[in-house]
């Protein structure tokens, strides 16, 4: 079975200070992951993923992560907050099986 | 944005109801999939399509049928409905060709059963 840990329900950041969204994941074999983002009163869209062509993905928004074997995570971050980065961030993985298993979420607010 | 739709996009009813939530896409992609967003959860997975006619079920099924009867539309049933099905319903779509497909989420329907 597989499953995905997002580590802080909340995060709270200064606007210009560095986001960082952390995933874990377990798996036995090396996953698909990705990143989502929801927006208050919204779908979700997806932020980037990693398809084991790259470690290190890039996204849309200035977001990136990286994918480490070793530590079993995909980490998100981002060098410089904005205020619209203010939403909820969802990890997720996928094994060959056209399903994705979510994170529980994390909840970003940025400070002005 | 990816031609997704979902109706209604608010609904409240009473527990013992039938309640019928509809997916609709102009995609015409092969996969698509429900899901419910609750606080502290996630996404969890209800059901999924693979085709017309073509469901299986996700880790949360139970209390819950599916249809898709055409490629553009996916019905999500809940026979009876319960307080613990209060929730938010994700309709997702994705092309199906491969695993790292992205899914593209519509736009969700709140759903309160008193």
């Known amino acids: 079975a597989q499953s995905v840990t997002q580590l802080g329900s909340h995060v709270s950041v200064s606007e210009g200070a560095l986001v960082l969204l952390r995933c874990n994941y377990s798996?036995?074999?090396?996953?698909?992951l990705f990143w989502y983002v929801q927006y208050p009163n919204q779908g979700l869209q997806l932020l980037l993923k990693?398809?084991?062509?790259?470690?290190l993905v890039k996204g849309i928004n200035g977001f990136e992560a990286e994918f480490k074997k070793s530590e079993t995570s995909f980490h998100l971050t981002k060098p410089s907050a904005h205020m619209s980065d203010a939403a909820e961030y969802f990890c997720a993985v996928s094994r060959n099986d056209y399903k994705l298993s979510f994170g529980a979420g994390t909840t970003v607010t940025v400070r002005a | 944005d990816a031609g997704i739709t979902q109706s209604p996009r608010h609904k409240v009813t009473e527990t013992g109801t039938p309640v019928t939530l509809r997916c609709h896409q102009t995609e015409n992609h092969r996969y698509m999939y429900w899901y419910r967003q609750d606080p502290g959860h996630g996404l969890r997975l209800i059901h999924y399509?693979?085709?017309?006619?073509?469901?299986d079920k996700g880790e949360v099924s139970d209390g819950y049928s599916v249809s898709r009867s055409k490629t553009e539309d996916f019905l999500l049933t809940l026979e009876s409905a319960t307080s613990s099905q209060t929730s938010v319903y994700f309709c997702?779509?994705?092309?199906?060709?491969?695993?790292?497909?992205?899914?593209?989420f519509g736009p969700g329907t709140r759903l309160t059963v008193l």
């Open positions: 798996s036995s074999v090396p996953p698909y």
């Open positions: 990693y398809t084991s062509a790259a470690t």
């Open positions: 399509s693979y085709g017309v006619k073509d469901t």
């Open positions: 997702a779509i994705s092309e199906g060709q491969t695993s790292t497909d992205t899914q593209y």
